[in-house]
């Protein structure tokens, strides 16, 4: 199994980067990709996800109408792309990709809930937003 996170960089503050995921060798049909951002020092977040077979997506309010995530199903990536950055989205970004089990309704970044044991990860793409 392989998730490629790609597109991290130096931005100013306003200005705008596109992230991107490709995965290969999944072994689930139905399952998320989700990005989270972790700075140093700091607990890891969730951002955003996609169910892969609906396309539906969601976000946390810290990036809700700034930040938009997509599919491209052809290829097996998905796109994070972020507007309006602020020097508080510097982070790692991660991109996860996870098997559908459970879904919740309470307040989250994303309703489908994740569990470690079905989890794969990429390596992180640094964003630095500077002000």
């Known amino acids: 199994v392989q998730v490629v996170e790609s597109g991290g960089g130096l931005v100013q503050a306003g200005g705008s980067l596109r992230l991107s995921c490709t995965t290969s060798?999944?072994?689930?049909?139905?399952?998320?990709m989700a990005w989270f951002r972790q700075d140093s020092g700091l607990e890891r977040e969730g951002v955003s996800c996609?169910?892969?077979?609906?396309?539906?997506?969601y976000y946390s309010d810290s990036v809700k109408g700034r930040f938009t995530m997509s599919r491209d199903r052809a290829n097996n990536t998905v796109h994070l792309q972020m507007n309006s950055l602020k020097p508080e989205d510097t982070a790692m970004y991660y991109c996860?990709?996870?098997?559908?089990?459970?879904?919740?309704?309470?307040?989250?970044?994303?309703?489908?809930?994740?569990?470690?044991?079905?989890?794969?990860w990429g390596q992180g793409t640094q964003v630095t937003v500077s002000s």
């Open positions: 996609i169910s892969w077979s609906s396309g539906f997506t």
């Open positions: 996860a990709a996870y098997r559908v089990v459970e879904v919740t309704t309470q307040k989250s970044f994303c309703p489908y809930i994740r569990r470690d044991e079905s989890t794969f």
């Open positions: 060798g999944l072994p689930f049909d139905d399952y998320v």
